[in-house]
Each structure stands twice: as structure tokens, then as C-alpha cells.
């Protein structure tokens, strides 16, 4: 009963409160009954004000009104604020399922990895170059260095000469190229006729030959050898020479420039011979477990070992897998072995741009095969066509190791 009570109450009270105007403070019933009475016997004794002061002013009507508006105005706002945030779903900033919560805990506890360095192939083999007679094999950079210094023991009396030399054989492919191509146009601006356009390509701010052309081996001696002289300031490269038969020697240094030659480099095949008659069955096509693993092919492992680490700490989905396990990493060397009929096996390594011409010149020049144009080559249960011979092993998918065998041509197989 007590609660019945107090419910109407409550709905009495919020009736008030619906019903009363702004600023109305609401009381007790005594206070209300009291207050009822005392307006009534004020209004009694004083006299009836006049019906033009009671009424209200044109301003403050249209005041009350704006104060009305706004406060409606700011009240939907608040109700669409609340609206807001009831519709979110609240989490804890540091919230995280258990599962992932673990791993970036373990994330955050392991310290950072070393950036690990990039595999060059070409630091797994030896070079040599027999046309400066550097007929010893050694690493590629040892190699470099030797090249430079035949190169500037030999043609350094000619600045121009051994300028060109350099460009070609002692910077990466496509460095020379950019500063082969950067010399070629600055020839040629030198080769106008206008007086106005030749005084302005004359001189050449060192800033912005700089990558391109001073910090290439060989292009400062080109650039100085064609008469590019450095100015005392340090800024600016200007050309001394006259005009008179200019066009001539232009023309020289332009071809020097483009038929320089390139010093063949040559890697070591680290050619083997295994005698396979000790073995049961010569035939088969052994494990490559049986034979020592050259630098090359550790080199190898240990890339492809590396990429299936990686990709199996990567998260994935099921088709990304699949792409990457099929996709195959391309490779600059290849490992040969050539089965004879005589069971015996060569081994040698050759770079993947060279061909199955290469190879087989290579076999008659240094294992005396000359009659190996005789047989068929296979591979695998495929015998290998002459006309693609003339291909490279990259397209022909040999590397980074493959076995090749001698057949009797047109004989079937077994």
C-alpha cells in the first residue's frame, strides 16, 4: 500500500511540474493554499491596473520566443549526443581478446631485429678477366679493383681513352649507362651553332652532375679530358677549349664514348669430374645429398630457407600460400651436371643468361667432346630440343641446378 502511495505521488509531483511555468518554484500543499490566499486578498485591496500596462511589449514577446527556440535547439542536440553514445559499443582501451593479448605481449617483449643483409650471389664465386691477363680467379670486388688499375696503368697517359675505359667496366650496368647518356648530351649541346645557347652549355654546376657523373668511375677523367676544367670556387665545371675544329673533336669523343670496350669477366665453373662406375646403379638419378654443395648452392639454401621462414611467420590466407610456395625465386648462377654414356659426370657452373650453346662449347673445349653434337641431351624424361639450344638456361627453367644426360640420338628412353 505504502508503494501505491508513493507511486501517485510521484505522478502528482511530475504533473506539477509538466503544468507549471518557467522559473515557478513548486511547495507543499499548506504553502500552495497559503500563497493562494494571500494573491487573492492582495489582489482585493489593490486596484485594478490598467489593461494596457498588464499587457506584454512586441520585444520582449519576440526576446521570450528566440530564448525558446534555442533552448528547444540545444535540447535536441543533447538528446541526439545521448542517443550517440548509447549506440556505441564501449571497450576498454586496453581491452584485447586472451589470444591476441599473448602475442602482443611477446611482440612487445622481443627486441628489435637487425636488419639482416641482402645475399649476393656474386659474393659465393670467383672471377677472372684474361684480356687484362687477370688470369687468377678472385671475388668480384677484388677483381673490380684490378680491372681499374690495369685499366689506368695502360691507358692513363690518355685522359679520354681510359675515361670511357672506366665508365664501361667499373660501375654497375646501369650506372655507366646514366652517365654514358649524361656525357652524349652535354657533347651534343656543344655541337650548336648559336652563339647564345653554346656560352650558356659551356659551364656545368657541379651539384647537378654530381651523381650522375662525378661520383661514376671514369667520369671526372672523361669530363676533364674533353676540357672541363673546375673553377677555383669548387662550383662550377667550364669549357676551356676553342671552336676552332671543335665540331671535329666532338665527334671523336662522342664515338671513344659509345664503342668503348667491355673486358669480359668470366666466373669459375668449379668444373668436377665424378666416375660413376663405382656406384650400383650409375643410371639413377641421384640424390643431390651425395655430392658436396658448392658456395653457390649453400648461398642458395640459405635464401630459401630464409623466404620459408618468413612466410611461415606471416599471417596468410590459404591462396597466398599456395602463390608463394609455387613461385620461384629467380637466380643469376646455375649448377650443371652432364651424365655421359661412359658414366661419367661433369659438373661446372654457368651463369643463367648463357645457353645450352655455351655449355656444349665449353664441353668440347675443355673435356674434348667432339662429338657431343651427336647425341641427344635430356633432362628429366624430356629431351631437349636443338632448337632451343639457343636458349637461355633462365628460360629454359635450369637453375639453379639441373641434370642433363647423353643419349644416342633418336634412342628411346628407358
Not at 490566499?37 to 500596462?53: E, G, V
Not at 670511357?164 to 652517365?179: A, D, F, Q, Y
Not at 651425395?290 to 606471416?314: G, H, V
Not at 610456395?325 to 655421359?340: A, E, F, Q, V
Request: charged share 35%; hydrophobic share 30%.
Amino acid at each position: 500500500m505504502k508503494n501505491i502511495k508513493e507511486f501517485f505521488s510521484k505522478k502528482k509531483l511530475s504533473y506539477k511540474f509538466s503544468n507549471a511555468p518557467p522559473g515557478h518554484k513548486l511547495g507543499t500543499k499548506e504553502e500552495a493554499s497559503a500563497q493562494r490566499s494571500s494573491s487573492s486578498s492582495a489582489s482585493a485591496s489593490k486596484p485594478q491596473a490598467s489593461s494596457s500596462s498588464s499587457r506584454e511589449t512586441p520585444a520582449s514577446s519576440s526576446a521570450s520566443a528566440e530564448r525558446i527556440k534555442t533552448a528547444a535547439a540545444e535540447a535536441a542536440e543533447r538528446r541526439q549526443a545521448q542517443q550517440l553514445e548509447k549506440s556505441k559499443v564501449k571497450f576498454p582501451k586496453s581491452y584485447l581478446p586472451p589470444l591476441e593479448k599473448e602475442i602482443e605481449d611477446e611482440r612487445k617483449a622481443e627486441p628489435e631485429p637487425e636488419p639482416e643483409e641482402k645475399i649476393n650471389e656474386d659474393d659465393a664465386h670467383k672471377f677472372n678477366c684474361p684480356d687484362l691477363d687477370i688470369v687468377e680467379y678472385s671475388s668480384l670486388a677484388s677483381l673490380k679493383e684490378q680491372i681499374m688499375e690495369k685499366i689506368k696503368s695502360n691507358f692513363g697517359e690518355d685522359p679520354i681513352i681510359c675515361g670511357s675505359l672506366l665508365i664501361r667496366n667499373c660501375n654497375p650496368r646501369e650506372k655507366g649507362n646514366v652517365c654514358i647518356s649524361t656525357l652524349e648530351a652535354i657533347l651534343n649541346n656543344l655541337r650548336t651553332e648559336d652563339e647564345e645557347a653554346f656560352a650558356k652549355f659551356t659551364k656545368l654546376r657541379k651539384i647537378k652532375i654530381e651523381p650522375k657523373i662525378l661520383s661514376a668511375n671514369g667520369g671526372l677523367e672523361f669530363l676533364t679530358g674533353i676540357g672541363f676544367n673546375l673553377s677555383e670556387d669548387g662550383e662550377w665545371f667550364t669549357f676551356n677549349d676553342s671552336k676552332n675544329g671543335l665540331d671535329e673533336k666532338l665527334l671523336y669523343y662522342l664515338d671513344v664514348l659509345t664503342t668503348s670496350a667491355v673486358f669480359p669477366i668470366f666466373v669459375d665453373r668449379e668444373a668436377c669430374v665424378y666416375d660413376l662406375n663405382g656406384l650400383n646403379t650409375p643410371n639413377v638419378n641421384f640424390d643431390d645429398k651425395i655430392f658436396e654443395m658448392t658456395k653457390d648452392e649453400l648461398t642458395r639454401e640459405q635464401q630459401i630457407r630464409k623466404e620459408i621462414a618468413d612466410r611461415e611467420s606471416t599471417l596468410m590466407t590459404k591462396a597466398m600460400r599456395e602463390r608463394f610456395i609455387t613461385r620461384k625465386p629467380k637466380s643469376r648462377y646455375t649448377r650443371l651436371r652432364y651424365k655421359r654414356l661412359d658414366f661419367k659426370m661433369i659438373e661446372a657452373t654457368f651463369r643463367t643468361n648463357e645457353t645450352l650453346y655455351d655449355f656444349i662449347r665449353w664441353l668440347k673445349d675443355d673435356h674434348s667432346m667432339e662429338d657431343i653434337e651427336n647425341y641427344d641431351i635430356t633432362c628429366g624424361t624430356q629431351t631437349i630440343p636443338v632448337e632451343d639450344w639457343d636458349k637461355t638456361f633462365l628460360d629454359l627453367d635450369f637453375y639453379p641446378k639441373v641434370t642433363f644426360y647423353q643419349r644416342l640420338r633418336n634412342a628411346p628412353m628407358e
